[in-house]
Nanobody, 126 residues
């Protein structure tokens, strides 16, 4: 049974930082590209960042480039999202997802991902 469990969310002031973690179990973690998505109230879920199986390739949404950093530790079966210079518009539920890679180009597409976590709330106060 595959499980992805996010943690690290919370309430932070604008300009502050948070580090999200996503612990994976029940799969061969190093075989999966990992992604972070988010869903703000009243909006559709959107792509945030993704990282290749070995961590060499990283992809970001334009809205987070330079502020958020995705990384992974395959020995710990964990993917991270370091969030700096947070803005009110970063407020959302953040989800991690695992992708066995059917398309190299579809890293930002929800349908590409096979497994999802339950999400963790990030609230940025202005």
């Amino acid at each position: 049974q595959v499980q992805l469990v996010e943690s690290g969310g919370g309430l932070v002031q604008a300009g502050g930082s948070l580090r999200l973690s996503c612990a994976a179990s029940g799969l061969t973690f190093s075989n999966y590209r990992m992604g972070w998505f988010r869903q703000a109230p009243g909006k559709e879920r959107e792509f945030v960042a993704a990282i290749s199986q070995g961590g060499v390739k990283r992809y970001y949404a334009d809205s987070v480039k330079g502020r958020l950093t995705i990384s992974r530790d395959n020995a710990k079966n964990t993917v991270y999202l370091q969030m700096n210079s947070l803005k009110a518009e970063d407020t959302a539920v953040y989800y991690c997802a695992a992708d066995f890679i059917y398309s190299d180009e579809a890293f930002a597409k929800e349908y590409e991902y096979d497994y999802w976590g339950q999400g963790t709330q990030v609230t940025v106060s202005s």
